[in-house]
């Protein structure tokens, strides 16, 4: 079964270069009904093009959206824990940050009803999200009680190195610019403070398996990384990658269970899970 997405309907669409390197030139990859996703020649990068205008996809994310938020909080949050725990987040990053007086402060961008907001939030950190999901921040705020923008990342305004951590959980992967992103996670870390990243692998086996019919071809995304094309993305605006995993072997109801934990225990130690978690850290200066 394919990831939630919504049925795209009459996009206006525009032909884009590549996010990464600027080529024009690519090459229709994989071929869906009313969106493609390409190969840039330049470097790789598989990316929907042409992509729909900004103001369409934003208006995606409403209450149909927020129902699937709600109903998968619970495993959500677990997942990010993992994805966190893959990358030493619990042991060498946390002994790092909590040192003297002050909490370390951690965004999380695209932090949906703000559950990772509310476990940091609970164990010392300073807690600030940001969600295009109007109602899935306002549950957030009211509910639990976490600071959260509604909007995205560029309208927040957030202060120049405010944070020691910039985490964003399967949302590099919906945006038109990112390398705009990551410049803005750029802007606001502290040097050497680490941008954690999770989103789906197109290196992945079940991405080289299933091609078109791969859960994570969706009209939703725009761009499907790799680690190697992500990791391009990320050292050409001031990033190093020093800790990276990839979790997932092969599709839920795929294969009997003691075969699905055999293939996911191989998929994670060869790197070839089918969703990935890069920790990188800003460069001084
Ligand atoms: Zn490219």
Redesign the pocket.
């Known amino acids: 079964m394919k990831t939630f997405s919504k049925t795209p309907h009459e996009v206006t669409s525009i032909h884009i270069s590549?996010p990464?390197?600027?080529?024009v030139s690519c090459t229709a990859a994989w071929k869906l009904e009313g969106f493609t996703f390409s190969r840039?020649?330049?470097?790789?990068?598989l990316y929907q093009n042409p992509q729909p205008v900004q103001s369409e996809l934003i208006e995606r994310y409403d209450d149909e959206y927020f129902e699937y938020e709600i109903e998968n909080q619970g495993s959500f949050l677990q997942l990010n824990l993992l994805g966190l725990k893959d990358v030493g987040f619990f042991d060498k990053i946390q002994q790092e940050l909590f040192v003297g007086e002050m909490s370390p402060r951690f965004l999380d961008v695209g932090c949906a009803t703000g559950g990772l907001l509310k476990y940091l939030q609970q164990r010392g950190w300073q807690e600030q999200g940001v969600e295009v999901c109007e109602p899935a921040a306002e549950y957030g705020r009211r509910v639990r009680g976490v600071s959260i923008f509604s909007g995205t990342l560029e309208d927040a305004y957030l202060p120049t190195a405010g944070f020691e951590i910039v985490h964003a959980s399967h949302v590099i992967e919906h945006l038109q610019s990112p390398g705009d992103f990551v410049m803005e996670a750029y802007r606001l870390l502290k040097p050497e403070g680490h941008l954690i990243l999770v989103t789906p692998n197109s290196d992945g086996f079940q991405a080289k398996l299933m091609r078109s019919h791969w859960r994570s071809a969706i009209a939703d995304h725009m761009v499907l990384f790799s680690r190697r094309t992500l990791t391009l993305l990320l050292e050409k605006h001031g990033f190093y990658v020093e800790q990276s995993a990839t979790w997932g072997g092969i599709p839920q109801g795929m294969a009997p269970t003691v075969i699905k934990k055999s293939a996911d225990r191989i998929a994670k130690y060869f790197g070839w899970g089918d969703v990935m978690v890069l920790r990188a850290r800003k460069k001084r200066g």
């Open positions: 590549c990464i390197c600027g080529d840039c020649s330049g470097c790789n990068l």
